[in-house]
């Protein structure tokens, strides 16, 4: 095969960049293929004369298994060809064998972004300094495609930073239980269920009063970092359930560990913070 613009090998020191990276500027085509297969040597040509003549609409990036074989462990390549599809570093469609060009054709015509997609992209390259027009991106896409999942997580992050919008955000997330978002999905309905505590101005007001008044109650420290969780304060969350922690034994076993659990799992469970508040309360309760 002859490197064009539009098709090249991929191995796995380069895959991050001539692939991942690629992707979020065109849909990559990742190729994968052996010498000694048949059908590969029939789909291959076919998949490079059509990126050529698309021009750029998408890329082709051939893999040879004998020689990447973690990638291909990492896509669960069990037989080949298997051709897959990926867009913005994520794998939007695949399939496994030799297809007549006209079905091949259809599928690469899947794989141009939709209006809705481009809309939820610009909407999430918005969400940090234009959240205002973010917002108003999202709307757009779900108006092209109510089902679009990026456009429905999009928006219920940006939801859940105004207060009394709870039930809108949990209908957005209704459903999303697989695929490429369903993990930011999770996330965000954890932050749902925490936010069920009374968490108002006055609520806080009361906690921060009950440890004034009682500093050694465990109960009293939990229920102040139950209304910090709820309000998104989490680095004070936590501070306030390890005073618990610190105060009752089986507080910290159970009510506190959990709620400490949800909160890693919400600000990233492998996170500097996460890391460190869980190494405070396993000293705590071991």
């Known amino acids: 095969m002859a490197e064009t613009e539009w098709v090249f090998?991929?191995?796995?020191?380069?895959?991050?960049?001539?692939?991942?990276?690629?992707?979020?500027?065109?849909?990559?085509?990742?190729?994968f293929w052996a010498p000694w297969c048949g059908p590969c040597r029939q789909l291959g040509p076919m998949l490079e004369r059509l990126a050529n003549e698309s021009a750029g609409g998408f890329v082709l990036a051939k893999i040879n298994v004998d020689e990447n074989q973690s990638l291909a462990g990492e896509f669960g390549v069990s037989g080949i060809p298997a051709v897959f599809a990926v867009r913005d570093g994520e794998v939007i469609d695949q399939f496994v064998g030799l297809l007549p060009e006209s079905q091949l054709r259809q599928w690469l015509a899947g794989l141009v972004p939709s209006e809705a997609d481009q809309q939820a992209k610009r909407a999430a390259e918005l969400e940090a300094t234009d959240p205002v027009a973010a917002e108003a991106a999202y709307q757009s896409a779900l108006s092209a495609d109510p089902k679009?999942?990026?456009?429905?997580?999009?928006?219920?992050?940006?939801?859940?930073?105004?207060?009394?919008?709870?039930?809108?955000?949990?209908?957005?997330?209704?459903?999303?239980?697989?695929?490429?978002?369903?993990?930011?999905?999770?996330?965000?309905?954890?932050?749902?269920?925490?936010?069920?505590?009374?968490?108002?101005d006055r609520d806080l007001a009361n906690a921060e009063a009950g440890i004034v008044t009682n500093p050694e109650d465990a109960n009293d420290w939990?229920?102040?970092?139950?209304?910090?969780?709820?309000?998104?304060?989490?680095?004070?969350a936590l501070d306030a359930l390890l005073a618990a922690a610190e105060r009752d034994k089986q507080l910290a076993s159970r009510a506190v560990r959990e709620l400490m659990v949800e909160i890693f799992r919400i600000i990233g469970n492998r996170s500097p913070v996460a890391d460190d508040y869980r190494d405070r309360l396993q000293k705590l309760l071991y």
């Open 148 to 200: 679009h999942e990026v456009a429905r997580v999009g928006l219920a992050r940006l939801l859940l930073q105004h207060p009394g919008r709870d039930e809108e955000v949990a209908h957005l997330l209704r459903g999303i239980e697989v695929g490429p978002q369903a993990a930011e999905a999770d996330r965000l309905q954890r932050i749902l269920r925490i936010r069920e505590v009374a968490h108002s």
């Open 9 to 31: 090998d991929a191995n796995e020191p380069d895959f991050q960049e001539r692939v991942l990276d690629r992707s979020r500027q065109v849909p990559v085509v990742v190729d």
């Open 222 to 236: 939990y229920h102040l970092g139950t209304v910090l969780a709820a309000r998104g304060r989490y680095t004070e």
